[in-house]
């Protein structure tokens, strides 16, 4: 497993999670210069960007999160993180980790986030 993924759950609209992907095996060497992403699939649809992180430093953001949630990456760690706040009940979903370099993609197993109205 090249990323684990953590800190998904149950979570009332308009509360807070903050979602963890910890860097693993060969990603850890390759941190620096890798760019990384969180993706979202929802019952019955499919799987959706929804932040990056490039290792440019440059972040983007779906529309319907912008605002809302905030990505970063700790560096010495080898850790990503995306702050979910003023959750909806639309954001919920399985959160998935992901992990491109050199054109190459890795995922981690997805958390679930569940948000109740």
């Known amino acids: 497993v090249q990323l684990q993924a953590s800190g998904g759950g149950l979570v009332q609209a308009g509360g807070s999670l903050r979602l963890s992907c910890a860097a693993r095996?060969?990603?850890?060497?390759?941190?620096?210069?890798?760019?990384f992403g969180w993706y979202r699939q929802a019952p019955g649809k499919q799987r959706e960007l929804v932040a990056v992180?490039?290792?440019?430093?440059?972040?983007n953001y779906a529309d319907s999160v912008k605002g809302r949630f905030t990505i970063s990456r700790d560096y010495a760690k080898k850790m990503v993180y995306l702050q979910m706040n003023s959750l909806k009940p639309e954001d919920t979903a399985v959160y998935y980790c992901?992990?491109?370099?050199?054109?190459?993609?890795?995922w981690g197993q997805g958390t679930l986030v569940t948000v109740s109205s």
């Open positions: 095996r060969s990603i850890l060497s390759t941190f620096r210069t890798t760019d």
């Open positions: 992180f490039n290792s440019s430093g440059s972040t």
């Open positions: 992901n992990a491109r370099w050199h054109g190459s993609d890795y």
